[in-house]
């Protein structure tokens, strides 16, 4: 049972990562996973998903994931194409089999993009408070 979890692990990992397109509706009642061929952990609720050299996915997590650290390994619930709806079932696995549910995957233009829209969100929900 232990080499079947094992190798469970083992195969999520090397199915690869996969980054999600929001659609154009303002609903984003699903959103279209493209090809990723690289990620940069941005906090311990942010992982931004790279699709190429002009894509960018934020992926923003249901909350803060306490195992995701810059320069770990990580793979997705999600296989490299397919059509994710809302609200999201998917999930980040971290290298220790942990996993980091996620709320929402967007298109931004860039890292610096993401990391503005990060800081806008917080000033915005520390207004709320």
């Known amino acids: 049972m232990k080499h079947l979890i094992s190798s469970a692990l083992a195969a999520a990992a090397l199915v690869g990562m996969a980054g999600c397109?929001?659609?154009?509706?303002?609903?984003?009642?699903?959103?279209?996973v493209v090809n990723v061929n690289g990620y940069s952990v941005l906090d311990r609720e942010h992982v931004l998903l790279n699709g190429g050299v002009s894509r960018h996915y934020l992926v923003t997590l249901r909350q803060r994931c306490s195992g995701l650290n810059f320069g770990i390994q990580l793979a997705t619930s999600f296989p490299s194409t397919a059509t994710l709806y809302y609200p999201m079932n998917e999930f980040i696995v971290l290298d220790d089999g942990r996993r980091c549910h996620i709320e929402t995957v967007e298109e931004v233009e860039s890292e610096e993009a993401a990391l503005a829209l990060i800081a806008e969100r917080a000033e915005e929900a520390d207004g709320d408070s």
């Open 21 to 32: 397109a929001t659609t154009t509706s303002e609903s984003r009642s699903s959103v279209r």
